[in-house]
């Protein structure tokens, strides 16, 4: 989680009222978010087992709803959730008239699924583990509620890859697979640096030099027998 973050008084009421204040422009943080929508929306389809038209996707921090309406747009159905009531009110805008989705004001990092399940279910939040405090407690809460396969995102610079199988292990889910994403997150994302990522994604001693320079990753695993 940022360090800026950690000073004040509760740490929910930090982040709910920062992300409350950038709901209008939060894509502009993106350098280009309709090609990251496309992104993920690929991988919740293709990577893995393969979902189709009619599958079920939880997204976790759905932010302004920019990737839940590419969602909804390929033919899956969302339950879509954020921590700031700001961002699910700028989603509901973005989504008026669209089918196939609900959202829901809820934290992550308490989110109680209530017996539901999800074909998939999304973390792409600029990087998951940034905003959970202990990944392994709630991936083991997700677990239950997922019913084919679980992306989230990671940022190697914050959270070493090293540590990735351990958590999800310690979770209940199979080893992970990872790969870079490869589209722009932030505006300072250079093209070079994007050109270089999609370069090298399909060797993974070349790109895991570069994702703990520069690139996040996405990472993909199944649910597996239970924590352990």
């Not at 308490?110 to 405090?133: C, S």
Request: hydrophobic fraction near 40%; charged fraction near 25%.
């Amino acid at each position: 989680m940022n360090e800026d973050l950690r000073d004040g008084h509760d740490v929910n009421d930090q982040l709910r009222d920062k992300y409350d204040r950038i709901a209008a422009s939060y894509t502009s943080r993106y350098a280009d978010p309709d090609a990251v929508a496309r992104f993920y929306v690929k991988l919740v389809a293709t990577w893995g087992p393969p979902t189709g038209r009619g599958s079920t996707v939880l997204e976790l921090g759905c932010a302004d709803g920019f990737m839940t309406e590419a969602l909804v747009r390929a033919g899956f159905r969302v339950a879509a959730l954020d921590l700031s009531p700001g961002m699910i009110e700028a989603a509901r805008r973005r989504l008026a008239g669209v089918g196939g989705v609900d959202l829901e004001v809820a934290d992550v990092r308490t989110f109680d699924p209530r017996g539901r399940t999800w074909d998939v279910v999304l973390g792409a939040m600029w990087t998951f583990f940034a905003y959970v405090d202990d990944p392994i407690e709630v991936l083991a809460r997700l677990r239950p509620s997922t019913g084919t396969k679980l992306i989230v995102d990671l940022n190697p610079r914050t959270h070493p890859l090293e540590g990735v199988d351990s958590m999800f292990n310690g979770a209940g889910f199979a080893p992970p697979s990872i790969r870079p994403v490869t589209v722009p997150l932030g505006r300072r994302s250079t093209p070079l640096v994007r050109a270089a990522g999609r370069a090298v994604a399909g060797a993974e001693p070349l790109w895991k030099l570069l994702v703990r320079r520069k690139l996040n990753v996405a990472v993909l695993s199944v649910p597996g027998e239970g924590p352990r």
